[in-house]
C-alpha cells in the first residue's frame, strides 16, 4: 500500500539539473538542490518534457509583455529574466512522503513543471498516467487539455464548418476533437507544408496555405457561406484578420493564441460590424461561465487523460533531443518553426 512504510531517505542532499533562461535566447543548466522531502511530498525523476512552441518560446525571445505575473507554482524567476520556465514533464515517482497514499513508487506522472531532470513537489500535483502509455504521449496532456478548453469555449454543434488556422501541437489537436465534436466538414490553415500533411493525416478535409486566395478557398468548401466556427491557433496576428474574412456572418471567431507583445491590426469596419461576428477569446485558466455547473479543471483534466490513448499523439513527435542539448532544441524552433512541430527533451533513454 502506498504510505504503509516510510519513504527512503537519503544520506545526502539530491541535486537535479535544470534548463534556464538568463535572458532572450539564452539556455543554460543550473544545479539545484531539491528540498527535503516533505510527508506529503513525491520525488519524480524525469523522462521527457515538451517545448512549447507558444507560450514557452515567447518567453524564451523575450516577447512576454511587463508586469506578467507567473502562473504556475513549480515556476522561478520572473519574466523579465533569468526564469525558470516550461509545463509539460512526464517522469516516474522515485520517493513517496509518509501520509502519501495516491501515488506509488514507480507511477509515471505528468507535472506542470519545468525541464529539471528531478524534482520535489506535493502529491496533489502530478497526474496519473495511464498504465502502460508511452511517455512521449504523456508529455501532450496539457496541450491536450488546452485544445479541451478551446472546444468547449468554440461550442460546435453537429454538422457545422470549422476552420482553424496554425497546425502545430495544439492545432492539430483541435484538428482532431473538431471531427470528434461533429463538424462535417474542417480545413486547416498553415504556411508550413509538413505541418499541412500531418494535418491532412489526422483528419482535416482540407489543409491549405495561408495565401492571397485563402477567402476564396475556404468560400468554395462552405457553399459561400463561410466557416460557421474559425479557430485562430496560429500565434501569429496576421492570421485573426484573415480569420475575420473567413467566417460566416454571425459566426465565431475563438481566439485561443497568446500574442505576447507582438501588436495586432484588425480591420472591423467591415464584415466583423455588419455580419455580427462574435469573438472569443480562450484561455485554459478558466472553463467558459455557462459551463461551470457541469464543468470544472478536474472533470477536464480528467477527459485530457482519458484521450491521451486515443487520439494520434506520437505522430506529432518531430525532433528528440537529449536533455544537455537543451539550447540546440530552443535554438530550432526558434530559427526554424515550419520544420518542427513538438520537440522534446529526452532524460532516460531507454524510457522513451
Known sequence: MAGSSAPLRLAEAVSAQAVWFPSAREVEMRAESLPDLGENDVRVRTIASGVSHGTEMLVYRGQVPA??????????????????????????????????????????VFAHHPHQTEFVVPAAMPILLPAGLNPQAGIFLANVETAINVMLDAHPRLGERMVIFGQGV?????T??????????????DPAAKRRDLSASVGADAALAADDHLTEQVGGMTDGRGADIVIEASGNPKALA?????????????VC??????????PLGGMFHRGRIRLVSSQVGAIAPELSRRWDR????????????TLRLRQLVSHRFPFHRAADAFALVDRSPEETVQVILTYDEADV
Open 67 to 108: 508586469g506578467t505575473g507567473l502562473d504556475l507554482p513549480t515556476l522561478r524567476g520572473s519574466f523579465d529574466f533569468p526564469i525558470k520556465y516550461g509545463y509539460a514533464a512526464v517522469g516516474r515517482v522515485v520517493e513517496i512522503g509518509r501520509a502519501v497514499n495516491r501515488l506509488n513508487v514507480g507511477d509515471l
Open 170 to 174: 495544439v492545432g492539430l489537436l483541435l
Open 176 to 189: 482532431q476533437l473538431a471531427r470528434l465534436a461533429g463538424a462535417t466538414r474542417v480545413v486547416t490553415v
Open 242 to 254: 484573415q480569420a475575420l474574412d473567413c467566417v460566416a456572418p454571425e459566426g465565431t471567431i475563438v
Open 257 to 266: 493564441s497568446w500574442y505576447g507583445t507582438k501588436p495586432v491590426h484588425l
Open 298 to 309: 478536474d472533470r477536464r483534466t480528467e477527459l485530457a487523460r482519458e484521450m491521451l490513448s
